[in-house]
């Protein structure tokens, strides 16, 4: 998570014509219309499509059954280079942080050196296509840009132009753009050396680059007419790159529809923007917003490529794209020549609320576009975020949000507001972030990929968020912190999410006293989630966490905490952990816990590892493939003779086991101690049918 100043203030609008004539501009619809829609099925070059292998198709790296039902319901398929035929180099999987493979989508990718190619046959009829990738930084830093050649059955070459620009991060929090910068707090403790730098004598020498991390990016294309399935899609590395390798981790393959129309709408052209790209047209966004508003219409977007360098301030209005593949707002991260009351250093592209303090803003409504920023570093002050403000009575659908710093940053309090179906991606902090005072919310059906802090998050920092829902969402490679956070709230509900391979310092699922949030209270249902190469290394602890970690850093845990019918699977350290920090491991515990209907396929150690005092009950926690012993209880670390601070409660029906026996035997209830404080990794296989 990132944390945030309130919003902007409102930026004042021009007044806009005393008549304007309400149509499209045809031309640029039919255009874009013709390049996805083409003919039809393109024809194959001479036996390309004939001799290809069957298509891997997968979700999160997985075979779809094993998370069916579970996760966003997207339009794409996914296909993992791994899967896929190619004359470059296997990137070996691994889960170490700081490691091209950690933070791939199922721990592994594709090399290309200049020359050498990867292709993909397509599992269904497709117009577009979206390559994650990784090249190289520069040995500066601020990356470098390379060509991919993208070809379907040998035909007609395309060319990507692929970058590294937004990737590459190093050094300690809040990370840095330079490879060769010293520490920036030698004044931590740090893992590598087990020591303060700064208070060590003599002072340890630490390498550089430190900690490289957000390696990857992705780009989108589309390919200008209809393949069929059985196609073929070579991406190559043409020779003379000026990347030495080029990183595939994955394809995902998609039939765009055609562009929405709206004819009687405020259409931004008709107010001076720009379609191109070339002049900034955010002046021409307030006028057709205040035109809009006047005359009680929508704002229609059509296709074309829009310069925004500043946020656009929304209340009362509707906005709607051609589509997140047609109509894109693109923006400049811009310097302020003076920082702003909350903080902002810099602003940039993004649609804003008013702030809450003002009273927020209300029935807004945005749709149908892609929102893609300009931002390289992490200034946790700055207000460059795609969606932002306070949006009570609000719906966010349908956006593609790439390269700004957090996706959506909704600051409250405000209410009833429902994002759905977006794709967030790419992001220098957290995908979205509920934060302050959210109610009665629902955040579903969402994609997202590739963040640089927790990939969805409730946080109750002063006034508690209460009464919503994270529910069909799926999140991916968060390179640091957690796939899905609660941090305090009221009666939340996470249901029927996938998260998959969270990098280091989080896990898949997070519910913490931390970060000044409000207590639990109510309830928090976490059900029918599923979870895959989770259970992460947290680098300060020095230890493995688990795929769902429970944290009372701040205050009790104490609500009735219910997780059911959730899925964990391939851990790679724990399934569950519930842990207090060292420093307050006498004064806060967690209570109320309670587990059912849990399937655990796959722990590196155990299925339980306690480090607080506290309780938790288990009925129907059914595990296999348990790599230490079951339950790793070190409650608060006194080892009295009582036995465990921590007490598990038996409600029957918990079966399975590992390479030490039942998971949850007699013997291990109710506290006794098994504190082993770092146990070994014991890979588990591969998740299989249940």
Same mark, same amino acid.
């Given at each position: ?186 004044? !931590? ?58 990183? +595939? ?209 409730? !946080? ?65 249902? +976490? ?13 300060? !602890? ?147 049918? !249940?």
């Amino acid at each position: 998570m990132t944390r945030n100043g309130s919003s902007t203030a409102s930026v004042a609008t021009r007044r806009p014509p005393g008549r304007v004539a309400i149509s499209m501009i045809a031309a640029l619809v039919t255009t874009a219309a013709l390049t996805v829609a083409g003919a039809g099925s393109a024809t194959a070059a001479v036996g390309a499509a004939a001799s290809a292998p069957p298509p891997v198709v997968t979700r999160a790296a997985l075979d779809p059954s094993l998370v069916a039902g579970r996760g966003a319901a997207v339009a794409f398929s996914e296909q993992e280079a791994e899967n896929a035929t190619t004359s470059g180099s296997l990137v070996a999987a691994d889960r170490t942080a700081y490691t091209l493979a950690a933070e791939a989508s199922g721990r592994s990718a594709v090399s290309l050196t200049p020359g050498q190619y990867v292709e993909f046959t397509l599992p269904k009829a497709a117009n577009a296509i979206t390559v994650r990738y990784s090249l190289p930084d520069s040995a500066t830093g601020g990356g470098i840009t390379a060509p991919l050649a993208v070809t379907v059955n040998g035909g007609a070459k395309r060319t990507m132009t692929l970058t590294s620009q937004y990737s590459w991060l190093y050094n300690q929090y809040p990370f840095t753009n330079d490879p060769q910068a010293g520490l920036l707090h030698p004044d !931590w403790w740090i893992t590598e050396c087990a020591c303060v730098p700064s208070a060590t004598t003599p002072t340890p020498t630490i390498s550089t680059p430190f900690r490289p991390m957000h390696f990857f990016d992705e780009q989108r294309l589309l390919l200008g007419k209809t393949y069929k399935a059985g196609d073929v899609v070579r991406l190559t590395a043409p020779a003379g790159s000026a990347a030495s390798v080029t990183v +595939i981790d994955l394809l995902d393959s998609e039939k765009v529809a055609l562009p929405h129309v709206r004819l009687v709408a405020a259409n931004v052209l008709l107010f001076g923007a720009d379609p191109l790209g070339k002049k900034d047209s955010a002046a021409a966004f307030d006028k057709a917003i205040a035109f809009a508003k006047k005359h009680r219409l929508k704002v229609y977007v059509p296709p074309g490529v829009y310069q925004v360098n500043r946020h656009i301030i929304v209340d009362d209005v509707t906005i709607e794209g051609a589509g997140s593949w047609y109509t894109t707002i693109r923006g400049k991260e811009v310097a302020l020549s003076t920082p702003t009351p909350d903080g902002s250093v810099h602003t940039g592209v993004g649609f804003y609320g008013k702030d809450a303090s003002v009273g927020g803003s209300r029935n807004v409504h945005l749709s149908g576009f892609a929102i893609q920023g300009d931002v390289r570093e992490r200034i946790d002050t700055d207000q460059v975020n795609g969606i932002g403000g306070a949006l009570s009575d609000s719906s966010i659908d349908g956006l593609y949000i790439q390269h700004t710093k957090v996706g959506i940053w909704l600051d409250g309090p405000m209410t009833n507001v429902s994002i759905t179906n977006n794709v967030i991606v790419d992001q220098i902090a957290d995908g979205l972030n509920f934060h302050t005072g959210v109610t009665n919310s629902t955040v579903a059906n969402n994609f997202v990929r590739n963040t640089g802090d927790d990939g969805l998050a409730m !946080w109750s920092e002063k006034v508690g968020n209460a009464g919503n829902t994270f529910d069909h969402n799926t999140v991916q490679t968060p390179t640091l912190a957690n796939g899905i956070a609660i941090y305090g709230g009221t009666d939340n509900t996470v249901s029927n999410n996938l998260i998959a391979d969270p990098i280091r310092e989080g896990s898949a699922i997070q519910v913490g006293s931390r970060f000044g949030a409000e207590a639990f209270t109510g309830h928090l249902w +976490i059900t029918d989630n599923t979870t895959v190469r989770a259970g992460t290394y947290e680098l300060n !602890w020095n230890i493995g966490l688990g795929a769902i970690w429970v944290y009372a850093l701040e205050k009790n845990i104490d609500a009735d905490i219910q997780v059911v019918g959730d899925h964990f699977l391939d851990n790679t350290y724990n399934a569950i952990m519930v842990v207090a920090d060292w420093p307050v491991k006498d004064l806060y515990s967690v209570t109320n816990l309670h587990f059912a209907d849990i399937r655990v396929d796959g722990t590196g150690t155990s299925v339980l590892s306690a480090r607080a005092a506290g309780s938790a009950t288990f009925e129907n926690v059914d595990a296999r493939n348990v790599g230490a012993v079951g339950v790793n209880n070190c409650g608060t670390f006194h080892f009295t003779p009582a036995g465990s601070e921590f007490s598990l409660v038996d409600l029957g029906g918990n079966d399975g086991g590992g390479t030490t026996g039942p998971w949850l035997a007699p013997w291990e209830l109710p506290n006794t101690i098994t504190c082993d404080d770092r146990p070994p990794v014991v890979v588990p296989p591969g998740p299989s049918a !249940w």
